[in-house]
């Protein structure tokens, strides 16, 4: 199963031992949504689809599915939902969103990288 991450799960971030054992496959601007930031990064999806978030596809297998789950408080913290991600191939995988909040425009990252 493929798993899209774009904040402290990435490869140069703290929670990145979370995916020990698990296969990168390659980094990826996902289209059409936007990273905000209050401390901890979270995406939504918009309605420009020029808004981009950079990270990474990951293939991830059940335990560590369920173990990312855990992490990332699915479905009360962050939700897991289907994306389709795609550059020259198309790759089905998972992303966690998070809530909007009323200051949402306060926390928002332009360039859609997340760097801690």
Known sequence: MMIFVYGTLKSDQWNNDYLEGADFITKHNLMGYKLFTN??????????????V???????N???????????????????EPVTAYDTTV??????????????????????????
């Open 39 to 52: 401390g901890i990064p979270f995406m939504v999806k918009t309605a420009i689809p020029d808004d981009r």
């Open 62 to 80: 059940e335990d560590t599915l369920e173990m990312l789950d855990r992490l990332e408080g699915h479905p009360n913290w962050y939700t897991r």
């Open 91 to 116: 790759v089905e995988s998972y992303v966690y969103y998070g809530y909007i909040s009323p200051r949402l425009e306060e926390c928002a990252k332009e360039n859609g990288v997340y760097v801690f």
């Open 54 to 60: 950079a990270g990474e596809i990951w293939e991830v």
